[in-house]
């Protein structure tokens, strides 16, 4: 059995991409994994045209979920808010690559879940979880 | 921790079999070193050969029943060693195969597998003899009431309770705790009132009562943990002596360090103050000897499907006199002597607590499980687990940047592995062990607030049974050092 701890994912753990804080971030939204204690928050800096001037994520928990969130700040990085909330899960799976059990989805997805509430709060829609009803 | 009762018939043939367990395990190990069987190494032992089909005559040709320990003093006194691979034969589960390779389960603390036995008799008893219990009057209503009745007298038995009548039929652990903190604790517990626990408990022993301290305007007060999982000794004297504790409540077996809690010292000294103790015995009943007598508690808690009986059944002993006093916890059916319109009577115990139809199929499934950890005997149950856990400190304890929490000496505690290799999340290494088809537990157990004491998120628990064997612990060493090779620790 193929592992899913590439040397992509572990590198991503190990050396984090866009990890840190963002003061002056207009869109700020944190989350937990109760299963797993996963932590992470995501802080996007916008311009005067909605587009992603600096985004950051800060966090600890596993190397999926570091990981995945390092990955998503990169994917982010120059988008428009409405891009960004289009971001599927489909997209953050195939960052990470490699099959994940029903657990561990919860941990690959838990940035995308803190993304989504951030940026549906920011343009004034309460339900983040509407566009992933079964894993979010 | 003896079973008076039991041991005593044996004694004539070995002063040391009524003395503590741990002289018990000491002497049984000696035992068994002796016998020529064991002689030959462990390794050369046919461990992958598991038959084809079930051998099912097998175990249940062979007599499960109430003198069981008497076969267990047989065990120890060298007529036959604890035979592993016969006792694996007995769990079909064990032959399934995952992600390409057998499963290694090694996590028995959250629950065990069952044996053949128990899940045959939940089937006969669907088949043959499902009835509800002490209502009907035709025969297989007699024989369902006769088997849930006979599963009560086994459990009084197995932990030596004065009567059946003190064995209350619950969900499990969690529904036991509470039943005390809403029953006993909502008339004995009021404001200013103290309940000492400890920093160790699960989840389940902690929630319980904050919910009635909150309630009650009572406080909490926690016993400190030594950096290697020890409860301080200090730490209880003064909670108890600051005056105002109306109960103790502390968990027997540490489920995430596997510490062993000298439980019988604690009772003695909170009874010196008039002090009621509730023992959490979900990591103790299924694996060492409990005498409730000996320990002398005032209640005591555990699951059934942690001692490889059904899931939704546990017990909860209580000392006659405490049951005499208390309240019923659920009202309904079944618990009720009289009703009228605006009051009823009760059922003594433990039908006042016993509300409804129980879970008859389940009770009578455990009363088959404690059949067969007697029939192996707690005592070589016991001495199996440690020297499996002092094979899996040896073990585990060369692999390169891990660390093992609680008791350094393998040989005082429980089989309960906790570990963390380097800065591999414990989900992480959940996931890798996953992959090798090796199943353990990974988070922070149900103890957070022992989590924060060891200054970790989470750890990794290997924990285990009747059933485990060393080539599991070597197939879960190597696949540690696999985990730590692909996180280059």
């Not at chain 2, 509800?132 to 009560?152: D, L």
């Not at chain 2, 003594?348 to 950890?373: C, H, Q, R």
């Amino acid at each position: 059995m193929s592992s899913i701890y590439s040397e992509i994912i572990l590198d991503y753990y190990r050396y984090p991409r866009n990890k840190g804080s963002l003061p002056r971030a207009q869109i700020h939204a944190r989350d937990t994994n109760p299963l797993c204690g996963d932590v992470v928050e995501m802080q996007l800096e916008l311009d005067e045209r909605n587009i992603v001037k600096d985004v950051k994520f800060n966090g600890q928990g596993c190397a999926i979920s570091q990981a995945s969130a390092s990955m998503l700040t990169e994917l982010v990085k120059g988008k428009t808010v409405d891009d960004v909330r289009k971001i599927s899960k489909e997209d953050v799976l195939s960052l990470i690559g490699g099959q994940l059990t029903a657990v561990r989805l919860k941990c690959a997805l838990l940035s995308l879940k803190v993304l989504k509430t951030g940026v549906y709060d920011y343009i004034g829609s309460t339900d983040a979880t509407k566009e992933e009803p079964s894993i979010l | 921790m003896l079973r008076r009762r039991w041991v005593g018939a044996s004694s004539s043939t070995s002063p040391k079999a009524t003395s503590h367990a741990v002289a018990a395990i000491a002497s049984y190990r000696k035992a068994r070193n002796r016998l020529p069987g064991l002689a030959v190494p462990k390794s050369t032992t046919p461990t992958t050969k598991l038959p084809l089909t079930f051998p099912g005559q097998l175990a249940q040709s062979t007599v499960r029943g109430y003198a069981t320990q008497k076969q267990a003093t047989a065990y120890i006194h060298g007529k036959e060693p604890y035979d592993v691979e016969k006792v694996r034969h007995d769990f079909p589960i064990l032959k399934r195969i995952i992600n390409g390779k057998p499963l290694a389960y090694l996590d028995s603390a959250a629950t065990t597998q069952k044996p053949r036995d128990v899940i045959d008799e939940l089937t006969r008893f669907y088949n043959e003899y499902n009835a509800n219990v002490h209502r009907g009057v035709y025969k297989i209503s007699e024989e369902a009431t006769a088997a849930y009745e006979e599963a009560r007298a086994k459990i009084a038995r197995l932990i030596n309770a004065s009567s059946p009548s003190e064995i209350i039929f619950v969900r499990g652990t969690t529904e036991a705790i509470n039943l005390v903190a809403q029953s006993w604790g909502r008339t004995n517990i009021g404001l200013g009132d103290g309940i000492i626990l400890t920093e160790m408990e699960h989840h389940s022993n902690i929630v319980p009562w904050q919910l009635l301290a909150k309630e009650r305007g009572a406080h909490l007060k926690y016993v400190g943990l030594t950096d290697d999982g020890h409860l301080i000794h200090d730490d209880f004297r003064l909670h108890l002596e600051s005056g105002g504790i109306k109960l103790v409540t502390m968990t027997h077996v540490s489920n995430v360090l596997g510490t062993i809690n000298p439980v019988r010292e604690y009772v003695r000294e909170a009874h010196k103050q008039g002090c009621p103790v509730l023992v959490d015995a979900a990591q103790s009943v299924p694996h060492i000897p409990v005498d409730v007598r000996d320990l002398d508690c005032d209640f005591l808690a555990f699951s059934g499907h942690k001692m490889c009986g059904p899931t939704g059944i546990g017990v909860l002993f209580a000392k006659k006199t405490q049951l005499e006093e208390m309240p019923p916890y659920h009202g309904g059916g079944e618990m009720i002597r009289e009703v009228h319109l605006y009051e009823s009577t009760w059922k003594d115990s433990p039908y006042k607590f016993e509300a409804g139809t129980t879970n008859i199929a389940g009770a009578i499934g455990l009363g088959k499980a404690v059949d067969y950890v007697s029939e192996l005997g707690l005592r070589n149950i016991q001495g199996h687990e440690r020297e499996l856990t002092e094979y899996a400190h040896d073990r585990l304890g060369k692999v390169k940047g891990i660390r093992i929490y609680g008791p350094e000496n393998p040989g005082t505690k429980a089989g309960v592995i906790s570990f963390n290799l380097g800065d591999v999340h414990a989900h992480d290494m959940a996931t890798l062990l996953d992959e090798d088809g090796i199943a353990v537990r990974s988070g922070h157990h149900c103890a957070q607030p022992l989590m924060e004491r060891l200054g970790v998120s989470s750890t990794t628990r290997a924990s285990v049974y009747l059933y485990n064997n060393e080539e599991e612990i070597d197939r879960l060493a190597e696949s540690v050092k696999r985990a730590g090779r692909i996180f280059k620790i």
